[in-house]
């Protein structure tokens, strides 16, 4: 028998400081107007999106959650079984649903995806704050920056306590930014995680059509200059909202910060421009680069290719947000069927020519048909040594007929790491 049906949305209040809202943006810090300088020649043109982005998935929604008794199964993994909101929740399936979100709004925007680094879930909230602004900078082809100072994260920390923006760290020497404006820029958030902050900042930083649909607390109406106020200090700066530390500092350095207030968290970025060569650090970007299999935090997008590629060649999904990269095999053992795909159900079978037992499949659907911009994820436990099967997902609405879809399974286990070649779904 089914069980009872709930639903619940995040309610988000406006209020300067404080909301129940996952993405609530505070205002900024180290703003000063200033003219476009000579960087935009030497750097990419910083742009920010024409409009908010919905986050897809909708991590902000639980979706049609179903159970009794007081324990449900929601659809957004970040939900708990009672259909409470976490006030911090790091665990890789919260955390891998709100970063294919960020995946998807960077696809909309041309930009390439990135990927998260092998100990993402073992850093600290304060790296991880370090680490993903400078995965969202590089990617967009400014330096990164240089690592995080006790400095700054003492600002940054009491910053986070006061739930408010931090401002200029005692003992940190400023230099002066490109026009020069003290060289420093920072930004306060709440959310369940890291990845949500993020995708407030960089994502939905606009005007949202009222004050009660805007999440950016600086952003009062379509022309307020304080729109994309943050996206623009974390990357650097911006002639629209001052020129922060700059796009193209190469020896700036950051403090972070997280504190639970009143039940939620409260996180604060900060960022500076040393005087002259950059303090000791307490943690590095370049000690981190390693973690990132290829080298890089997001996936290249070369104008031509770079492989010629046999035609039994599997190509590994390119967003795996729960797992290190899917190795490559040149004749695949894992192949799929499509049994059925509509607005609704995607049923799947799958059968395995592995040679040791297989313990987990993850069904990965994109949202184009060539297997590139992650869609959703689903897991199966695999039982009883089997090497075929079906699996299904469904739910209300899960593929709307807007997009055309594909997919692929991975297959891990003993001593086996698949994946199936890509499967044209099409439309549902």
Known sequence: MRGKVVEVTFLVRTRKWTATAALVVGS???????????????YPVLVNPSANISPTPNFLASGECVGTNGRYTCPNPCVSAGVTWPTFDNGPSCGAYVFSAIDNARAQLGEPALVLPSNWYGLSVDQQLFVIADMERVSLGYPAYLGLNSALS??????????????????????????????????????????????????????????????????????????????EELLGGSPQAGDGVGLGCTTCEMGTGYAVVKGQSSYVDLLELPAGAPPTMTFTWASELPFFAAGLPYVPTPSTPTTTLAPTTTLAPTVTPTTSPVRVTAQPELTVKVLVFNPTTEKIRWSSRAATPLTKLTLVTYRTSACTVQWRVASFAVKRRALSGVVTVSGRADFPTTATYSTRIIATGRGVDDASSCVVLGRS
């Open 28 to 42: 900024l810090a180290g703003l000063a107007v200033s003219t476009a300088t000579a960087q935009a020649t030497t």
């Open 154 to 231: 003492s600002e940054a920390q009491s910053a986070a306590t006061l739930n408010q923006d931090p401002g200029p760290a005692a003992g940190f020497a400023i230099g002066e930014s490109p026009n020069g404006s003290q060289g420093l820029g920072g930004a306060w958030s709440d959310g369940s995680n890291v990845l949500m902050a993020d995708f407030g900042w960089m994502y939905d930083d606009g005007w949202g059509g009222s004050a009660a649909t805007t999440f950016n607390l600086d952003c009062g109406s379509a022309t307020d200059p304080g729109c994309w106020g943050h996206r």
